[in-house]
């Protein structure tokens, strides 16, 4: 069994594409993909600027939901497969200084 390392940061706008196109150019299936990168912010909400909160939604919200959408059709195709999205407790319920972080993981508890 051989094992790839593959540096990439998903709260980048486009990186799930990315990282889909480098483990496609190795020739690699994914049978499971298990979405478990997550970020966080703890303060008031005004204690942090907008730069910050877009890269915690895109690592939490977007690339997931991109790299879903990516891996789904070979999977459905070959009859095969699962997709595993890690939400939070805290996607439970309003979290007080971490709002944005609370109601990212509540889209991937809902969206999952």
Known sequence: ???????????????????????SSLNLDV???????GVGA??????YDLARYHS????NINSLTELCWLYLPTMRKKNFGGIINLASLASFLPIPY????AAS???????S
């Open 1 to 23: 069994m051989n094992c790839y390392s593959i540096v990439l940061d998903l709260a980048k706008e486009n990186a799930a594409q990315e990282l889909f196109g480098k483990i």
């Open 31 to 37: 049978d499971v993909l298990v979405n478990n990168a």
């Open 42 to 47: 703890i303060g008031k909400f005004g204690d």
């Open 56 to 59: 915690m939604l895109q690592l």
């Open 98 to 101: 971490s709002a944005v972080y």
């Open 105 to 111: 993981k509540s889209y991937v508890l809902s969206f």
